[in-house]
């Protein structure tokens, strides 16, 4: 049976840091667009996860258990883009990850807020079992082996753009011509092509949804991410 839940309790925060693994989907308003699957937000060395929140701030978070009891959490938000360098990345950086083999690595492309308003549960019984074997460190050793240089190369030649052509990486590492700004706080701004027509209804729900407020937006969720994806590498959860 599903239950939906206006904020994260004890108990769910408790769970959701016992779980391994999770999965971060995200969609272009474009109807014909690409849906992104990404687990732990890692974009198969692409740039969805961010440019689709760029473009309109959409994210869902699924966690599954796969030992122990069954169950099936899905996190339902609204996320931002934080890039690499800025103040507040640094301050995320240092207050939540220092000490940790992130907090060291190489490559590291952008942490991931998500404003969390609506979480709901399921039963979860379909859910195989999977034995833990550990963290696989492929990644940030492949970092590891790589100066800035290489990390701006990277950008250029695979993260400019989205499946779909949207703006991707946007940084002043790579120069004035690809300085871009992130999606403030706030109701999203749909482009005009997406309020013609049929689409004019959905612009008013899409924004009245997404607009803060005492029921809604309750939890922070830190995503922390690698150049080579989005690379959501923990969730640290705060109420408000």
Known sequence: MVQWFDKIGEEHADWIKKQKIFFVATAPLDGQGC????????????????SHLEENGRITIMLAAFEGGPR???????????????????????????????????????????????????CGYAVPFFDYRGPRPTLINHWAKKDEEDVKKYWLTKNMFSLDGLPGMRHEWLGQEWVGKNRVHGPVELPDWATIGSRSSTNGVFSTWLKPGTGLANTTILSVGIAIGAGVATIVSKRR
């Open 35 to 50: 849906v992104n699957t990404s687990p732990k937000g890692y974009d198969w060395s692409g740039i969805e996860t961010q």
């Open 72 to 122: 099936i959490m899905r996190l339902i938000g609204t996320g931002r883009v934080v890039r690499v360098g800025s103040p507040e990345f640094n301050k995320i950086m240092d207050d939540h990850y220092q000490g940790t083999e992130l907090y060291r690595a190489s490559g590291k492309r952008s942490i991931i807020l998500a404003d969390i308003r609506k979480i709901g549960t399921s």
